[in-house]
């Protein structure tokens, strides 16, 4: 089965099943992962920061507070804390206007904020298909542990 994961959403799975969620464009698909367990969880980070935002109950949508959250998500489906790494892809500079606006670097925002999290949560990141000017699909394996990145006009990528 594939769960699908939605903007600003999160969910876990594990083998054999198989996670995804499409259309990264500045957006960060972050996947926390147990190796033994065979267990992972994604989220779908849109921004970087949930405290410059009024309305933001929904902790899915931002890196700070959706790193966390998925991280006991996938502790209560058996992942242990000190076996996890995390791999992340998307992040892209989507518009070309003005890139010194950080209204418009967002993507490397979004990248920086998640980086940040997973530090002072201490999962280390092991892998990363992030930037550039195109939006990904990610699909990630609980079996093998690949993070399938399919791009428009790429040959796919695995990290």
């Not at 999160?10 to 969620?21: E, G, K, L, R, W």
């Not at 998925?70 to 003005?98: H, P, T, Y």
């Amino acid at each position: 089965m594939e769960v699908k994961v939605g903007m600003a959403d999160m969910n876990v799975c594990s083998s054999p099943d198989s996670i995804i969620t499409l259309g990264l464009g500045s957006c960060v698909g972050a996947v926390l992962y147990d190796p033994v367990a065979k267990v992972c969880g994604m989220v779908h980070v849109m921004l970087p920061d949930s405290t410059t935002i009024a309305n933001n109950s929904n902790v899915a949508k931002f890196a700070d507070t959706g790193v966390t959250a998925l991280l006991d998500m996938v502790l209560k489906e058996g992942a242990k804390k000190e076996r996890l790494i995390a791999k992340i892809a998307g992040g892209a500079q989507m518009f070309s206007v003005n890139k010194d606006s950080p209204m418009l670097r967002v993507g490397e925002r979004n990248v920086a904020a998640v980086k940040e999290k997973l530090k002072q949560l201490g999962i280390r990141l092991v892998a990363e298909d992030t930037g550039n000017n195109y939006g990904r699909t990610v699909v990630f394996y609980p079996e093998t542990g690949e993070y399938l990145i399919r791009a428009i006009g790429k040959e796919p990528t695995t990290i």
